[in-house]
């Protein structure tokens, strides 16, 4: 399987550093100038908690992919949400035939790729690693080998040839899993980005911080709630987020029981990620453009046509975006600007 990684930033550089570690056919293609350039001097770096390697896989400008002309059989997009219907023009041309798309990113964005490419050239894939790339040419992966790190679905349900392939590729990164409900565990992901990673944009906080903070806890169940209010008016069968069951959380807004079998949960996956950096927050760092438009501005979007109100999900879109244009700087103090009795 001929694979190219459009998008080498934290998870397309893990991804396709593990690749070429097993000796897999990768590309990676990136639109970071001293990204590229420094993986072709001096290779591509993976710092893991097991340790650290190196490798040189062909690595391209996106002015360079017209004239190497190279011809996948599966092209991981792993851009910013923000990104996708460009960045799934450009692959187009370079699909084999019978080739499709791997969506590796945050949100859902498989509708948008199946606009440009058609349903049967688009695969999901959802990432449960943790990830940090803070300098060209390093990536770094901030959780271990033994936690589920890739599911794979199709967007019909079914397990196809392809997807087990895929899968047995993706083995090479970490314990990769196909699955027969894709919408269910994009919605899980979806609700665990919102629930972390504006919050810890906004706040500063590291993902396993997030958890161990009363107020993070207490408007990050409010946002998983939500989630998974809209999720269910859409009749989708939504998966756990971070072990732990939707039904939870929407519980969770009545009944103090709930709530603590939460917040115990949340504890105890937030020290299974490590020191890591939810991405949104490591844009902010980077004074990039964030996501959250399709992260929880998505769950608004959605609720609003289901009728369903997410008043938590609204400020916490408002509040990154305040962030986000250096008008209040992130500080946990940004807790108390969220309003959980709306």
Same mark, same amino acid.
């Given at each position: 399987m001929r694979i190219g990684i459009l998008g080498v930033g934290a998870i397309g550089g893990v991804i396709g550093g593990y690749l070429a570690r097993a000796g897999r056919d990768v590309s990676l293609i990136d639109m970071w100038p001293a990204n590229v350039d420094r993986i072709k001097e001096a290779g591509l770096t993976v710092t893991t908690v097991e340790g650290e390697f190196t490798v040189r896989p062909p690595t391209f400008h996106l002015s360079e992919v017209s004239v190497s002309r190279p011809s996948f059989d599966a092209a991981v997009l792993a851009m910013k949400s923000y990104d996708t219907r460009w960045a799934a023009a450009f692959l187009l041309?370079?699909? @084999? %035939?019978? /080739?499709?798309?791997v969506s590796a990113q945050n949100g859902i964005n498989e509708d948008v790729i199946a606009e440009v490419a058609t349903w049967p050239r688009v695969v999901g894939c959802v990432m449960t690693f943790g990830a940090n790339m803070y300098h060209p040419g390093h990536a770094e992966r901030t959780s271990a080998n033994d936690l589920?790190?890739? !599911?794979?679905g199709e967007p019909s349900g079914l397990i196809t040839p392809r997807l087990t392939k895929l899968a047995e590729v993706l083995g090479d990164v970490g314990?990769?899993? !196909?699955?027969?409900?894709?919408?269910?565990?994009?919605? $899980?992901?979806?609700?665990?980005?919102?629930?972390?990673?504006?919050?810890?944009?906004?706040?500063g906080l590291t993902s396993a911080e997030l958890?161990? &903070? =009363?107020? /993070?806890?207490?408007?990050?169940?409010?946002?998983?709630?939500?989630?998974?209010?809209?999720a269910h008016a859409l009749g989708v069968s939504v998966e756990p987020m971070g072990g732990i069951p939707g039904e939870l959380y929407v519980r969770a807004s009545s009944d103090a029981d709930a709530r603590r079998q939460i917040g115990d949960k949340m504890r105890a996956y937030g020290?299974?990620?490590?020191? /890591?950096? *939810? &991405?949104?927050?490591?844009?902010?760092?980077?004074?990039?453009?964030?996501?959250? =438009?399709?992260? #929880?501005?998505?769950?608004?979007?959605? $609720?609003?046509?289901? $009728?369903? *109100?997410? %008043?938590? #999900?609204?400020?916490?879109?408002?509040? !990154?975006?305040?962030?986000?244009? $250096? =008008?209040? @700087? %992130?500080? *946990?103090?940004?807790?108390?600007?969220? =309003?959980?009795?709306?």
């Open positions: 041309p370079y699909l @084999a %035939p019978g /080739g499709f798309i589920t790190a890739i !599911t794979l314990i990769t899993e !196909t699955t027969t409900n894709l919408w269910g565990h994009r919605w $899980g992901k979806l609700g665990t980005n919102c629930m972390s990673n504006a919050l810890a944009g906004c706040t958890r161990n &903070s =009363d107020e /993070g806890q207490a408007i990050g169940i409010r946002i998983a709630g939500e989630v998974v209010a809209v020290k299974a990620l490590g020191a /890591g950096r *939810p &991405s949104l927050a490591q844009d902010v760092i980077k004074g990039r453009s964030t996501e959250v =438009d399709f992260l #929880n501005g998505l769950v608004v979007r959605r $609720g609003q046509e289901v $009728g369903v *109100p997410t %008043p938590v #999900n609204e400020q916490v879109v408002e509040l !990154t975006k305040r962030v986000e244009a $250096g =008008d209040i @700087a %992130p500080s *946990p103090s940004n807790f108390k600007r969220i =309003d959980l009795s709306l």
